[in-house]
Nanobody, 126 residues
């Protein structure tokens, strides 16, 4: 069992930056592919970014490419999402997710993840 806790959300003006953290319980964090998803009001939860267990492979949604950076520190059981040049359309609840030995070809599929955090709100004002 893995428990995920997100932090770092908040209110930011457009053009600003935020860093989200996702801290996992358990001793097998390094076995999990980590993903970030987001859900805006009235919309489906969508893929944002994912990173393999060793950081060797990373994928981003087109909408955040060049602005967001995903990373992880296995020694701290923590994954990060650095968000720069924020836009109002980035406003959403952001969730981290963990998939055990998840094949990277399916990292954009939320149904393939095993564990989810409770989410953290990010609001970007114009």
């Amino acid at each position: 069992q893995v428990q995920l806790v997100e932090s770092g959300g908040g209110l930011m003006q457009a053009g600003g930056s935020l860093r989200l953290s996702c801290t996992a319980s358990g001793r097998t964090f390094s076995s999990y592919t980590m993903g970030w998803f987001r859900q805006a009001p009235g919309k489906e939860r969508e893929f944002v970014a994912a990173i393999t267990w060793n950081g060797g492979s990373i994928r981003y949604a087109e909408s955040v490419k060049g602005r967001f950076t995903i990373s992880r520190d296995n020694a701290k059981n923590t994954a990060y999402l650095q968000m720069n040049s924020l836009k109002p359309e980035d406003t959403a609840v952001y969730y981290c997710a963990a998939g055990l030995k998840l094949s990277f070809i399916v990292v954009t599929l939320k149904r393939r993840y095993d564990y989810w955090g409770q989410g953290t709100q990010v609001t970007v004002s114009s």
